[in-house]
């Protein structure tokens, strides 16, 4: 299907003229709302001993020609990848287009995702232990969260859809720009990562203080179409056809961000 997509970028490219630099930006979780973290969370980034990489993403801004194309489209297009394809590329309305003719079979692609739900779970997987026991204890012992081991939490998609990596970055997007949390599609801690919060085992008690990462999970629908780019002498549109929706979603850990919860039996 990549060879198939390239091949089709190319013959677009003999009837396209390269345009101007694509117009891009970068953002972090930039939001329109936002998720309250409980108590519980605490963000750990200072204290991780493995850097995070943030998971940047680039939010193409359509070229003036993308957006006259856009006017023309049935369907909302937000696929970064789709934009960009349109972003490199204009078509010369010399004298010599007036009589030029054609219809651009671009492929089938995920247009644009809508999110119905956006909710957290705040121990979606644990990573971490620590134990005291102070069953023969006179006093209280104080314990503090340490990572024994380094541990690489992973998210994704729910079900198999097309174009998952497509999908799955448009997902990415919209959670960010609804809970303006730094969230990724895997987060790592690392082994001796600490926290100075501490939490006391009174005496006959055995103390358990456990940490998990934090997710979001994601719940929208995805719209896919055929994209064809129509060529009327100097006009030009885009037209989606054999529309189909599909339901998806996708858990997306919390970066640099523990829940700690606490029991002592």
């Known amino acids: 299907m990549k060879q198939f997509r390239y ?11 390269l345009s101007g630099p694509t117009n891009f930006s970068f953002a972090k979780g930039q939001s329109k709302g936002s998720i309250q973290l409980p108590s519980s969370v605490v963000n750990i980034a200072k204290e991780n001993t493995i850097p995070t990489e943030m998971e940047d993403l680039i939010y193409l801004k359509p070229s003036h020609f993308t957006k006259e194309l856009f006017k023309s489209s049935n369907e909302a297009i937000e696929n970064p990848n789709l934009i960009r394809i349109l972003n490199e590329s204009s078509i010369n309305k010399s004298p010599l287009s007036i009589g030029m003719r054609a219809t651009i079979y671009m492929g089938e692609w995920p247009l ?13 997987q644990k990573i971490n232990t620590n134990v005291y026991d102070n069953t023969v204890g006179k006093v209280n012992h104080q314990i503090n969260y340490v990572q024994q081991a ?16 497509d999908v799955q970055k448009m997902i990415l997007i919209k959670a960010m720009e609804k809970t303006n949390l730094p969230i990724a599609t895997e987060t790592v801690i690392g082994a001796g990562t600490k926290h100075s919060q501490i939490y006391n085992v009174h005496p006959k008690r055995i103390g358990y203080l456990h940490a998990h990462v934090p997710a979001i999970i994601e719940k929208g629908e995805v719209t896919y179409g055929e994209v064809y780019l129509v060529i009327r002498g100097t006009k030009r549109k885009i037209v989606v056809k054999n529309v189909t929706s599909q339901k998806i979603g996708a858990w997306l850990p919390i970066q640099d961000h523990l829940s700690f919860s606490f029991t002592a039996n």
């Open 7 to 17: 091949g089709m970028q190319l013959m677009l490219i003999l009837l396209l003229i």
């Open 150 to 165: 380094q541990k690489r939490v992973k998210g994704g998609l729910t079900g198999r859809v097309p174009h998952p990596e």
């Open 112 to 124: 644009n995702y809508k999110s119905d739900e956006t909710i957290p779970n705040w121990q979606y």
